[in-house]
C-alpha cells in the first residue's frame, strides 16, 4: 500500500537524523515519560536507533497488527511478535502513542506550535501515531471517518512541515 512505503520513508529518514535540541518546551508524548507503577515498562522506550531496526519496524507493520476492542495492538505473526524490538513496539503503541480523538487533536496542535524540528523518538511516535490514525480512517464510516481523516491530514502535514523543516539549509554559527 501508498501508505506504507510513506511510513518507511519517513522512518528511514529518522533513523538518520540526529539533530540534538538545546530546548525542551511540552513534552510531546506525555505517557512516554509516566512509567505505570504496575509494570516494567522501560522509560522513554524508543523503537529504532539503526536502519536494521527501521526494517524491522516495517516488517511489523507488514506483518497486519490486530487492534483489539479495548485498542490494544499486537503483531499477528507469532515470529515476529516473540522478537525483543516487538516487546518494545507493543509497549510505544499501546502505552504511549494516543489512541483518542482528543488525545491525537492535542499531539497535532503541540506539533504545531513546536520550535525546531522534532526528536527521533518524538518523530518515530508520531509516525505511529499517523500509521494507527490511518488504520482506524479506513475502518471508519461516515462523520467518523471525516473526523478521524481531518486527523489523519492534521499528523501528515505536522511530519511533512518538520521534513521540510530538517531538510532546509541549515545555518552554522
Known sequence: MCWKTLLL?????????????RWSRAVLFPA???PKRSSS????PVLQSSLEEVELLYEFLLAELDISPDLQISIKD???ASLRKASDFRIICNDVIPKRIPDIRRLSA???????TLKK?????TALTLAYTAYRTALSQGHQKDIWAQSL???FQALRHDLMRSSGP???P
Open 78 to 80: 507469532e515470529e515476529l
Open 9 to 21: 520513508l519517513l522512518l528511514c529518514y529518522d533513523a538518520q537524523a540526529t539533530v540534538s535540541h
Open 41 to 44: 515498562v522501560p522509560l522513554n
Open 110 to 116: 503541540s506539533l504545531s506550535s513546536h520550535p525546531g
Open 121 to 125: 523518538e518524538d518523530f518515530e511516535r
Open 32 to 34: 512516554a515519560h509516566r
Open 153 to 155: 491530514r492534521s499528523l
Open 170 to 172: 541549515r545555518v552554522t
